[in-house]
């Protein structure tokens, strides 16, 4: 059924958005609007407007004979965009410290238990959404709108790729993990220790998120396998 208010355009921008955050439209996946077209039930006029509003959201990519593709995860500025979070999420994690409530814990107890059912389920989108939500709780509890809004801004601009929970599901369980020594060190006002599990659990995810693009660029089978399989469980 199609929601209230919406364009068709809005529609199929939505969905192609979803299925490359999703993973299930790979980097590097060309978009044939005819064929968009058709699974749609469209014309190819809101498939040309939505594939323009996902290039300018630097989810789409045009090139020379080629036409339009989902674009191809940029291992520079990746790398650089998580080394920016790495201080700054540690940093905001030692100035929340102080302001840590008791709900606050409770809630963030909540939302790990929510992320242990979606890795159940193999639900890489729901845990990559509530994964975003747990830390900028954190964040946001330091007075610092200044800091929580930089931080903020770099979440979204991971949103042109897929989670690194999609690609790499085993990194899913390891975080769960270190949720619970982080919620820990909050709950003692642990300023040192809570920075360094922030810090270090970061650090965790670059490498891992950097070894998966050497093994795509190396075309591993047993990776790409591995990434076809869990794609056709979803």
Known sequence: MKP????????????????????TLGPGQKLVMASLAK?????????????????????????????AVVTEINQQELSEIYVIR????????????????QDDLLW???????????????????LARLNKAFHLRIYKAAPFPRLYKMISDLWDA???????FTY????????????????????????????????????KSLEALQHYMVQR???SPEMLEEIWQKRARN
């Open 168 to 203: 790499i599901p085993k990194r899913a369980a390891a975080a769960l993990r270190e949720h619970e020594q982080i919620i820990e060190a909050l709950e003692k006002s642990d300023v040192d220790r809570a920075d360094d599990l922030m810090k270090e659990q970061k650090k």
């Open 4 to 23: 209230k208010g919406k364009t068709k355009n809005l529609i199929v921008y939505e969905k192609l958005r979803q299925g490359i955050i999703k993973g």
């Open 86 to 101: 790495i201080s700054l999420e540690a940093l905001a994690t030692r100035l929340a410290v102080p302001y840590i409530r």
């Open 39 to 67: 699974k749609f039930k469209t014309s190819e006029t809101p498939i040309r407007e939505a594939i323009r509003r996902l290039e300018s959201d630097g989810y789409v990519t045009f090139t020379p004979h080629s036409g």
């Open 158 to 164: 991971f949103e042109r790729w897929p989670s690194i």
């Open 108 to 126: 963030l107890k909540k939302k790990n238990d929510e992320m242990k059912a979606a890795v159940a389920k193999d639900r890489y989108e729901q």
């Open 217 to 219: 660029r190396t075309g």
